[in-house]
């Protein structure tokens, strides 16, 4: 944990898209019944997107932008120190993703403990769920993608990357075509493969493909590393170093609005033939999010770092400051909220019941009060993520 005081040089439109990023996968995360949920608020069945499938991959376009910018203090020369602070990131956030998936099975276990068994037996089946615990998972995915980014970023020329990206695309796509990789069950490559080698135990459960699996890994590390190109355009042209800051912003918006434009629409003609979809996170899912990431980032840019409307935005900032502990925060408070169980009547009641089911539902209807949860909930995370924002603590992880 450190402070840190300057933030004069930050385009403050950055923080605010991963805050946005932050809060919107926490709201989603976190409904008041998953059974009544708002559709902008679901992910697509299988092909095509909702605004809900944009959170995720925003998040990680914005982790490829970050990227360059951490990494460019080393000039992006390989080193030692260098890649232990990748690999030390890396680990770090791989466990800690881990970690929040045995504490979820700890406490729901805890919270139903069978009382035909004794203490001793039922800390033992709490603590013991390595053997069907998830191995993926939003994290993991998040810290294997960095690591591969940015080792990458060190050890190739940047000319080379666009390649690298159409590469891993182009042979994703034929893997997809040869492996019956449209296919929504277990005779999907990516079933297959995550089967064979992660087993059933430790997949996500959806008609055998886990949305975070092993080969669909392939086209996220092309999705960040289009971030990290998308911020050398930004941030590593050095033709503008006698441009003022407002006139480097509008360069930003100029490259940022045609980026995403050409990326947005590459992604949904070639849908025609490739459909976009999260789950498998097709080429054409990385290259249609890259685009309105891109796009909706120009926009803030001209808002809030050009036009100065800042005022609206400090809430995102609260998040954007402290992504991956205010994501981690979200799930860890989202399972105590399920499985704390207070006193209620002649029985008990956790947190998530207790607010939804008698307070929230009663008022708003079964939809209305889900989605009342969830702001709620969104808005507790905030109160705690703004007291470490005011007090310009930044947790890094």
Known sequence: MEKQVNHSKRI????????????????????????????????????????????????????????????KKYDFAYSHAALRKILRRTVVIFVIGMAIGWFSRFCYYWASAPDDLSF???LWNAVWTFDRMRILGVMQRLALCYCAASIVALTVKHRYIPWIIVTLLVGYFALLMGGNGFAYNETNILSVVDRAILTPAHMYKDNGIDPE????????IAHV???????????GDKSRAGQSREETLRSHL????????????SGLLLSYGCPINKKIWSPTYVL??????????ALLIWIIDVKGYKRWSLFFESFGVNPLFMYVLGGVLGILFGSIRLPWGDGSISIHGLLYDQMLKPLFGDTGGSLAYALIFVAINWCIGYQLYKRKIYIKI
């Open 213 to 220: 699996g092993l080969l669909s890994t392939i086209p996220s």
């Open 254 to 265: 100029i490259l940022l609005f045609l980026v995403g434009t050409i990326l947005t629409f």
């Open 120 to 122: 001793g037996q039922n």
């Open 12 to 71: 403050l439109a950055l923080d605010i898209l991963r805050g946005i990023t932050i809060a919107g996968m926490i709201l989603v995360n976190n409904p008041g019944s998953w059974g009544h949920i708002y559709a902008p608020l679901r992910h697509a069945e299988w092909n095509g997107f909702t605004p809900t499938d944009l959170v995720f991959p925003f998040f990680m376009f914005i982790m490829g932008i970050s990227t360059y910018i951490s990494l």
């Open 225 to 235: 590393l289009l971030g990290f190109c998308v911020g050398r355009m930004m941030l």
């Open 288 to 297: 249609t999010t890259c685009g309105l990431a891109s796009s909706l980032l």
